[in-house]
């Protein structure tokens, strides 16, 4: 079934210009390498680029939930659902156990509580083969914030998995945060304490035509809303020996219409923060001073054959960059 202007995106390639869009990075992809501030002042343009992902998956061999401290020195705010960034600061002069925790933005948001980074920062020194990725699990106090850390083996094989897990329990000896999990040493409950009980699964028998309508009803509501107010446009003269039909039509106006009205950055939303106007992405959960920039663009995504290139053409023809006059013979 056609659906010329159900995409539900917001930005077009052209081959004459790149039309602005937000760059989405999801944290939990990234392999961070946490560096002392020592190396992060001797590092050079080589230690910048890219490195490859592994190509094998990394192992949760245990987490904890810490505190962040300090937070009301610091202008950094991190929030619920939010990734952070932990750094060691080994010659930082109040504690030379000290781990730094910065936004998503760089930002300074505190440091770990010192009693509990004095565990941490031997596994973030010693063991390169364990990494941490913290996350805000929710909001706290005008003092502190909560912090879960997942501790991963990046080892490619179980039995190292294994090897690197008990190294870390070894290491977070009295750190009674930190939790192995089930897999990599969990305590299993004793006998004495009764059979676990068997996990109760409900089954439900889903109602696959009812689910296709309901998604053909949201597209058709979604197009008749695409559809509101489009410009009255004529044709490119130059589409000389072309008949366009009334779906192509509708959809260059759409496409027009999109590429020369901006549209509010979605998922963004105002907040206050520190006595400060502040705006806050609602899928990464950081925020930022500045408003974000608006929306221009669409996605085209008909089938094949059904003349996307013509389209593409009649919107170059039609909205050309500023500066840019398209002479036709």
């Not at 939010?82 to 156990?97: F, I, M, S, T």
């Not at 705006?279 to 925020?287: D, G, M, N, P």
Request: hydrophobic share 35%; charged share 25%; aromatic share 6%.
């Amino acid at each position: 079934r056609h659906t010329t202007a159900t995409a539900l995106h917001h930005y077009l390639l052209l081959p004459h210009r790149l039309a602005p869009c937000p760059l989405i990075i999801f944290p939990a992809r990234i392999h961070r390498r946490f560096m002392s501030s020592s190396e992060l002042l001797g590092a050079d343009s080589s230690d910048e680029e890219e490195q490859d992902l592994p190509d094998h998956p990394d192992h949760l061999v245990g987490s904890g939930e810490y505190q962040i401290v300090g937070i009301r020195y610091y202008a950094g705010v991190a929030h619920p659902g939010e990734y952070v960034v932990l750094v060691r600061e080994p010659h930082n002069p109040y504690d030379r156990n000290a781990i730094r925790v910065d936004n998503l933005h760089g930002e300074k948001v505190g440091h770990i509580k010192a009693t509990m980074a004095r565990h941490l920062a031997t596994v973030m020194d010693a063991q390169r083969d364990v990494r941490l990725e913290g996350t805000i699990p929710r909001k706290g106090n005008a003092y502190n914030l909560p912090l879960v850390l997942d501790f991963y083996s990046t080892n490619s094989t179980e039995d190292q998995a294994r090897t690197a897990a008990q190294r870390l329990q070894t290491n977070l000896r009295g750190d009674y945060s930190f939790r192995p999990s089930q897999e990599f040493g969990a305590r299993t409950p004793s006998k004495s304490s009764g059979p676990t009980p068997p996990v109760v699964v409900a089954k439900k028998k889903m109602d696959w035509n009812a689910q296709q309508a309901a998604l053909d009803k949201m597209f058709d509501n979604t197009l008749k809303e695409q559809y509101k107010n489009l410009p009255k446009i004529a044709m490119p003269s130059c589409l000389t020996g072309i008949t366009l039909m009334d779906y192509q039509v509708q959809g260059i106006k759409w496409l027009v219409k999109k590429e020369t009205d901006a549209t509010p950055a979605p998922f963004y939303k105002k907040v206050k923060e520190k006595k400060q106007i502040m705006y806050l992405c609602e899928i990464t959960q950081s925020s930022q001073p500045q408003p974000p920039k608006p929306i221009r663009g669409s996605v085209l995504c008909d089938e094949m054959g059904l003349g996307k290139s013509i389209q593409t053409i009649s919107l170059i023809l039609l909205a050309p960059p500023a500066g840019v006059e398209y002479k036709v013979p």
